[in-house]
C-alpha cells in the first residue's frame, strides 16, 4: 500500500499551519496616481482621509540601487527611459485612524520609471497584508526564498516602521507581508523625520530585536524631539452630525480592502493566493460568461476578488490599471447613503456595476477616483462562522433601487464594526 507523504505543518505561536505565518487583514494599498495634487483632493477633502506624512523621493542615483520608501513596485523599468524630473514629486500617505497609513499615494512618473508592469496597466504599487509578528514576518520570507517567489525587497519601511517582504503575483502586482505599523495617538503626530534612518533597514533583522519602545527611547537620548513629526490639518469645516459627532463629512472610512483586480489567467491567481498568500477561496461567480473567484483573509467574505481582463471593457472601466474596485466601508448604512449624496454634490463620476460581482455585500456605491480607478464605498460584509461557510446565494439580501430609508438587520450587520473611534 502506498501512502502519500503529509504535508509539513509549520509551528505559528503553538499552532500548526501549513505556512509559517497568517496573512490577516488587507493593511493598506498604495496607488500610482498620474495628478497627484487632485488625488489628494479627492482622497482628503471628499473621502476624509487623514494625510499623515509626505515625503521625497530618493535622488535617481540612490533610486537606481532601492525603491524610495513606500514605493511597492521593483526596479526595471522600460530601458532607455530618461530619467525624469522628480522635482517637486511626493509619496503622501493617508489613514482614516491610527495606523500610521492604510494607503500610500505614489506619483506615476515612478511607476514608469521603476515598475515595467506599470505599461501594461498595473497601477496598484502594493497591496499589504498584515501578520501577526515579526516572527511570522521573517519565515514568510525564508519560505518565499526556498519556493522561488518572485521577491524583491525586505525591509523595514519608513514611514510606518513597518518590516516588510515584498514579492510579485502572476501579473506583477506587488503583494507585501507585513509585521508591525506606527501608531498615530491623540496627538496626531507621526514619527520626526530624523527618527527615519533609525528605524530604515533593507534586509532582513536577526531575531529577537529590542522593542519599539526602547527604540523610542534611544532616539530620544539622541536629542530627537519626538513632537516635532507630521501632522496635518482636515482643510474642510465641520458641520455634518455622524453618529452624535460634528465632522467635515456625513461619512467615516472605517476601513480599507477588499481590493479586486483584473488578471490574465485566474486559475494562476487563485494559485498564488491561496498557496503563496495562505488565502482561502470563498466564493466563485459567473458573470456573462466570465469566472470571478473570491477569497479571504479572516471573517471577511473577502479581501481579494481577482476577475478576467476581458471584463475590464465590458464594465466600462478604465483601460490603464487592473485595479477593478478599491473598497472602502463607512460606519452605517446611513452614512453610505450620505455619502453618495455628498460625492455626488461634488462633482464626483459614479459607475454603475452589477452586483452580482461582489457578493457578500449588498448595497454599494462606485466612484471613479482622478486616475479612474475604481473606489467602492460599502457599508456591510457578510461574515464568515466557525464552518467556514458563505451564507447561501439565495438566502443574501438583494439590493434595491431605489435604495429604502432604512433596512432590517442581518444576523451578522455591525459584526465587523472594528473601529470604536474616536471618528474624528
Not at 490599471?321 to 452605517?332: E, H, I, L, R
Request: charged letters at 20%; glycine letters at 10%.
Amino acid at each position: 500500500m502506498t501512502t502519500t507523504p503529509s504535508t509539513p505543518k509549520f509551528d505559528v505561536g503553538g499552532v500548526l499551519l501549513d505556512r509559517p505565518f497568517k496573512a490577516g487583514r488587507l493593511g493598506h494599498v498604495g496607488l500610482y496616481q498620474k495628478n497627484m495634487d487632485k488625488a489628494i483632493v479627492f482622497y482628503r477633502d471628499l473621502l476624509g482621509f487623514r494625510i499623515t506624512d509626505q515625503i521625497s523621493p530618493e535622488p535617481p542615483e540612490a533610486m537606481k540601487k532601492k525603491p524610495p520608501p513606500g514605493a511597492g513596485g521593483p526596479p526595471g523599468g522600460p530601458e532607455g527611459m530618461p530619467m525624469p524630473d522628480l522635482k517637486g514629486q511626493r509619496l503622501t500617505f493617508f489613514s482614516y485612524g491610527t495606523d500610521h497609513h492604510a494607503m500610500v499615494l505614489v506619483p506615476a512618473i515612478l511607476g514608469q520609471m521603476m515598475d515595467k508592469n506599470y505599461l501594461r496597466g498595473v497601477t496598484l504599487n502594493q497591496m499589504s497584508f498584515q501578520v501577526g509578528t515579526l516572527d511570522e514576518m521573517v519565515n514568510a520570507h525564508t519560505l518565499l526564498q526556498q519556493k522561488g517567489a518572485d521577491i524583491w525587497r525586505v525591509c523595514r519601511d519608513v514611514p510606518g516602521s513597518n518590516w516588510a517582504v515584498y514579492f510579485r503575483d502572476p501579473d506583477g502586482h506587488t503583494c507585501e507581508l507585513y509585521y508591525g505599523m506606527e501608531q498615530i495617538g491623540w496627538e496626531g503626530r507621526s514619527k520626526p523625520m530624523p527618527a527615519f534612518h533609525e528605524f530604515a533597514y533593507e534586509e532582513a533583522p536577526e531575531l529577537p530585536r529590542i522593542a519599539e519602545r526602547e527604540e523610542i527611547s534611544a532616539i530620544e537620548a539622541k536629542g530627537v524631539p519626538l513632537a516635532s513629526g507630521f501632522r496635518s490639518v482636515d482643510p474642510m469645516p465641520a458641520k455634518y452630525p455622524v453618529g452624535g459627532i460634528i465632522l467635515p463629512r456625513p461619512f467615516k472610512i472605517t476601513r480599507t480592502g477588499p481590493m479586486s483586480l483584473f488578471v490574465n489567467d485566474i486559475d494562476a491567481s487563485v494559485r498564488f493566493y491561496t498557496a503563496e498568500m495562505g488565502l482561502t477561496v470563498s466564493e466563485e461567480v459567473s458573470w456573462q460568461g466570465h469566472r470571478m473567484v473570491f477569497l479571504r483573509a479572516g471573517n471577511e467574505h473577502h479581501s481579494v476578488a481577482v476577475a478576467p481582463i476581458a471584463m475590464r471593457k465590458e464594465l466600462g472601466l478604465s483601460e490603464h490599471t487592473t485595479v477593478m474596485a478599491y473598497g472602502m466601508q463607512v460606519g452605517s448604512y446611513r452614512q453610505l447613503k450620505d455619502a453618495v449624496a455628498f460625492l455626488e454634490e461634488n462633482g464626483c463620476e459614479q459607475i454603475h456595476l452589477p452586483s452580482a460581482l461582489f457578493p457578500g455585500i449588498d448595497y454599494a456605491a462606485h466612484f471613479l477616483d482622478p486616475d479612474g480607478h475604481c473606489i467602492q464605498l460599502y457599508y456591510y460584509m457578510e461574515q464568515i462562522g466557525w464552518d467556514g461557510q458563505p451564507r447561501p446565494a439565495g438566502l443574501r439580501r438583494q439590493a434595491v433601487t431605489p435604495w429604502p430609508d432604512t433596512l432590517e438587520a442581518l444576523p451578522d450587520t455591525y459584526a465587523d464594526r472594528t473601529f470604536q473611534g474616536p471618528l474624528g
